[in-house]
């Protein structure tokens, strides 16, 4: 895993970790000292679990994208639970048939959602899919 771990880095990250002489770091504390001390400047701080429920799916939105919106708002909540997640999205969604699903079958957890939504964003991607019209080849 540990030869492993500089392939997920990327961006600044990845530029800093490379640039560590070889054989620096003996221990992971270590790491975390140094990156702490290197990054403390760009910390992002956690939000509250209250910026969740703003999230809402614009009415020209997909739901990949709402998805995708609404992931990457989560990923900054630092005490957020499944609970709160499901409560969140589906307060967030506009209303329509995968709403009415959620409603209809109670997900118990985010990973429930996500399943389900799948299988509406496969659906709605064939929709739009039928909907562009052929482009004409250029010669």
Not at 103 to 127: H, Q, R, S, W
Request: charged content about 30%; some cysteine.
């Amino acid at each position: 895993m540990c030869r492993a771990f500089p392939i997920t880095l990327t961006g600044p990250v990845r530029e800093w970790f490379s640039r560590l002489t070889p054989n620096s770091i003996r221990t992971f504390k270590e790491l975390s000292v140094q990156f702490a001390s290197h990054f403390i400047g760009g910390h992002k701080y956690k939000k509250s679990t209250v910026c969740l429920m703003k999230i809402k799916q614009r009415e020209d939105e997909t739901l990949k994208s709402y998805i995708t919106r609404f992931n990457k708002e989560a990923l900054l909540i630092d005490e957020a639970n499944d609970k709160i997640l499901v409560a969140a999205f589906t307060n967030g969604l506009r209303k329509g048939k995968f709403l009415f699903s959620l409603y209809k079958n109670n997900p118990k957890t985010m990973l429930d959602v996500l399943y389900k939504a799948t299988k509406y964003m496969n659906v709605e991607d064939m929709l739009l899919a039928r909907e562009e019209k052929p482009r004409k080849r250029e010669i």
